[in-house]
Nanobody, 121 residues
Framework: QVQLVESGGGLVQAGGSLRLSCAAS????????MGWYRQAPGKQRELVAA???????NYADSVKGRFTISRDNAKNTVYLQMNSLKPEDTAVYYC???????????????WGQGTQVTVSS
């Protein structure tokens, strides 16, 4: 089985920083895109940032210039460095990965359990 385990969430004051990590483990052949999503109370889950295996990145407009996504392919891990945090960044952050379990088998989406990020004003 495949697991995505997130860490690094917590409580921080506005203007502060946090770094989220997400490690994929299990019987993995390869990982395509990895990303971070978030869901605030009463709102839909939204894409925060994504990164391809080759390192191409994509960001939500609301986090451009403040958040940086990166990955370590050797460790099957994706990171999200969050700077200049704002109260509106408060949400549960979820890791996502497109994982191929065997050669020639299409990849499937896997999700982490979520980690709470709370930014106080």
């Amino acid at each position: 089985q495949v697991q995505l385990v997130e860490s690094g969430g917590g409580l921080v004051q506005a203007g502060g920083s946090l770094r989220l990590s997400c490690a994929a483990s299990g019987s993995i052949f390869s990982i395509n895109a990895m990303g971070w999503y978030r869901q605030a109370p009463g709102k839909q889950r939204e894409l925060v940032a994504a990164i391809t295996r080759g390192g191409n990145t994509n960001y939500a407009d609301s986090v451009k210039g403040r958040f940086t996504i990166s990955r370590d392919n050797a460790k099957n891990t994706v990171y999200l460095q969050m700077n200049s945090l704002k109260p509106e960044d408060t949400a549960v952050y979820y890791c996502n990965a497109e994982i191929r379990l065997r050669i020639l088998v299409p990849p499937n989406d896997y999700w982490g359990q979520g980690t709470q990020v709370t930014v106080s004003s």
